[in-house]
């Protein structure tokens, strides 16, 4: 079976999880990763979203933003998907199954912002979008060479040190994560972090920095 | 200093773009240098093309629900696998017997062809894959229908 190839770094593992060839793995890294994001959606599920209030500065003067229910209800919706994605994408133990995994948090991330009616919010959400989409072609992009160069995409398989995964193929796999999930650059996604509605804005980064964790241990351990 | 300044070039958005883009062609160019890469013989997913055949691109071989050999990465995970390669249903038959184009329908029908490799060993990868589908057009209809 696969049980002795795996030699991570993220310590040994506990529990496999099979899915015909996609054998889902829980190492302490990956399940630390997995509870984080577990815990995050559980909080998007149950937690009401803030109120945001703008003070105008210098006066006693206030606006608080109205936000419509049905947008409150989408909103929370893609943080949950966000989170479920998450959730696959820090267990999964297949390359093309992660980049998929990264991919969907990719939309999510901008289906969280895509309902805010704020211009600026907009606009950074839409050149993010371009950045996501244009993410996906360095990300399947690396999963292809892997596939292509080693004739598997298993984890298990690849950590065992019978082939040798060219680094251009790790490079553009680290490219894609970052372009999906713009960890580790915020300064880019903090723009995005204007729209009101914490739980669920705070998915996006939260989402993003465990696809670069987990892809940081993936390009480790191949 | 020199950090503070990149820190201000990426928190413009409005330069997002245009530094993934060069970030994308500086790999690129080192992936170009480093070709020729060596492809592996023994891949996991063969695959012949058989143009004459009305399943083309998707025609894997084999008999519906007879055991077919199908390589797999683990096959002890998927018992039945084998036993489902390229499943028609009547319609998808008919078509199949009369035309040279069905392979090209996959998607616009149903029943169509149940690949045995994303039906089964790699089952997980096409629920995900219609997931992102469906969570892209949930953006698009609540972006749509919100002003209606």
Known sequence: MYEHLMENIGGPVAFALEFGDI????????????ILAFAFTVLAVVSRPERQIDIAFGGDAY???????????????????????????????????????????????????????????????????????????????????ILATTGTLSIWELS???????????????????????????????????????PYVIMCSLSSLLIFLRVIEIIITI | MIISRISQILSDFENLVPLFAAACLCLAVIGILTLPLAYHEAQLYPKTIDRA????????GGTPFNATPVIAQYPENSPYLGYVTSYLTPFS????????????????????????????????????????????????????????
């Open chain 1, 23 to 34: 054998v889902n793995y829980f190492s302490p890294y990956t399940l630390t990763l997995f």
């Open chain 1, 63 to 145: 606006t608080a933003k109205v936000i419509t229910l049905q947008e409150m209800r989408f909103r929370r919706f893609m943080a949950i998907a966000c989170g479920l994605a998450s959730m696959g994408a820090m267990v999964s133990g297949d390359i093309f199954n992660f980049t998929l995994f990264t991919s969907m948090v990719g939309i999510t991330n901008v289906g969280i912002v895509a309902a805010v009616r704020n211009r600026h919010v907009l606009n950074a959400a839409y050149e993010y979008g371009i950045v996501a989409m244009a993410a996906t072609l360095p990300l399947f992009g690396g999963a292809a060479i």
């Open chain 1, 160 to 198: 065992s040190g019978t082939w040798t995964v060219p680094a251009v193929a790790k490079g553009l796999l680290g490219l894609g994560v970052i372009g999906e999930g713009m960890a580790p650059f915020y300064a880019a996604k903090a723009e995005m972090f204007r729209a009101p509605g914490a």
């Open chain 2, 53 to 60: 055949s009305p399943l083309d691109p998707y025609d894997r």
């Open chain 2, 93 to 148: 038959l008919f078509l199949a017997e009369n035309t040279l184009h069905l392979g090209t329908t996959i998607v616009s029908h149903p029943g169509g062809i149940l690949d045995e490799i994303l039906h089964n060993t790699r089952g997980l990868d096409t629920v995900v894959e219609t997931s992102i589908l469906f969570t892209a057009f949930a953006i698009a209809f609540y972006l749509f229908r919100r002003d209606g």
